[in-house]
């Protein structure tokens, strides 16, 4: 375990969500600091090697807070910050990510929550690096990925994944999705909505 230092105004702002997602604060910072990485290149796209370091910053005055190696739930904070819960009426994004500038939202629905889509490869699996993380042994580290083309259609492709794929009871290597349609990742049932 590591620790590090957290801005006394992020605190408060930590701990809300926390208990509003039911997500540990140490997994909410670990999805943040590695989607932040990522989004601005540190990290390269599809995967959790990294980039040249460079050297850090310093840290803002606060407590120290330790950080978990991988976070202890199955949510997920999407590429370009954006992420939703339960518990909340509206998703909370980061108004510079991608999606925000298209008009219409992708949106999965899982059975206890939902999650934007953001960006052109959107990388789902049971691995932290994912931009979906799916807790389940029927579900592959990197199970599939969802592809949004800059027509705005949407393909969904598994990338060899143990458990399959599924739609409509067949198992698929690739589809191109629409609005409404439902599938499966393994034996996580999702369905895909335009809004």
């Not at 590090?4 to 997994?27: C, H, I, K, N, Y």
């Not at 949510?75 to 991608?98: M, N």
């Not at 969904?156 to 629409?178: A, F, M």
Request: charged share 30%; net charge negative.
């Amino acid at each position: 375990m590591k620790t590090f230092t957290v801005s006394a105004q992020l605190e408060p702002l930590l701990e809300r969500m926390s208990q509003d997602m039911a997500v540990p604060v140490e997994g909410l910072v670990n999805q943040a600091i590695f989607n932040w990485a990522k989004l601005h290149g540190y990290v390269e796209p599809g995967g959790a090697q990294p980039v040249a370091p460079s050297e850090p910053e310093e840290p803002e005055t606060s407590r120290a807070m330790p950080v978990a190696e991988e976070p202890e739930s199955d949510w997920k904070l999407a590429s370009g910050g954006s992420f939703s819960s339960p518990h909340l009426e509206q998703p909370v994004s980061d108004s510079t990510a991608p999606s925000m500038l298209k008009q219409r939202q992708i949106v999965l629905v899982l059975a206890e929550r939902e999650v934007v889509v953001d960006g052109e490869r959107f990388l789902v699996g049971r691995d932290v690096s994912c931009d979906l993380t799916i807790d389940s042994p029927r579900i592959s580290r990197q199970h599939a990925v969802i592809r949004v083309g800059k027509d705005g259609g949407v393909e969904l492709e598994d990338l060899g994944s143990s458990n399959g794929t599924w739609y409509e009871g067949k198992r698929i290597e690739r589809r191109r999705l629409v609005d409404g349609d439902g599938f499966r990742f393994g034996d996580t049932e999702v369905r895909i909505e335009f809004r």
